[in-house]
Each structure stands twice: as C-alpha cells, then as structure tokens.
C-alpha cells in the first residue's frame, strides 16, 4: 500500500533552516508528482510546493517562492523541502502527499515551529 513518512521537523528560531524529508513506499515514485502542503493551527491545509515526476520542475506557493526548495531523488524514492530563512507564520504540520490511481495520499505530517 502506499505509505508516506514524514522526517525532520523541530523547532527552528527565525531566520533558520531545515530540511524535511518524506520516504515513499507502494507505487512508482519516478513517475508520480509529489507535493508538499502544511497546515498551521486554525487555518486550511494549503499547498507548499510541488515537483513533478518527468522533468522535475516545480511550482511553491508565494508566500514560500524564493526561501524553500523542493526536490527529489528518484533512487532513494524520497522528496525533500529545504525551507530557509523561516519565519514565525511557517509554524505548522508539513505533509507530503500525491495522487495515485484515482486517490489522494498524505503523510501524517511532522510539526515545524519556528520561535524564539
């Protein structure tokens, strides 16, 4: 079946970096989209960023364009978000997901604080 696990959450103060990762198990990982989507206390899940399985070209949300990085490494079946220079409204559960066969899947999420 297909499994998605979330790593490498914590907490950051401003101005700091980390990296997540999600290992990918049950479907063809090098030809599927994989997305990264968050969701902070209170408000909707909402897209992050997004690669894509053929040319590996990616799309962010503009509230994260030009500070987090999306990539993939197809042999190690795992995509990664790199999320610099993170502020304090970066707070929330990050999950990766993708659609497969007709269904959506997630993660269950690892938790991102960034305080002082």
């Known amino acids: 079946q297909v499994q998605l696990v979330e790593s490498g959450g914590g907490l950051v103060q401003p101005g700091g970096s980390l990296r997540l990762s999600c290992a990918a198990s049950g479907f063809t990982f090098s030809m599927s989209t994989m997305s990264w989507y968050r969701q902070a206390p209170g408000k909707e899940r909402e897209l992050v960023a997004t690669i894509t399985h053929s040319i590996a070209s990616t799309n962010y949300a503009g509230s994260v364009k030009g500070r987090f990085t999306v990539s993939r490494d197809n042999a190690k079946n795992t995509v990664y978000l790199q999320m610099n220079s993170l502020r304090p409204e970066d707070t929330a559960v990050y999950y990766c997901?993708?659609?497969?066969?007709?269904?959506?899947?997630w993660g269950r999420g690892t938790q991102v604080t960034v305080s002082s």
């Open positions: 997901s993708t659609y497969f066969r007709g269904n959506y899947y």
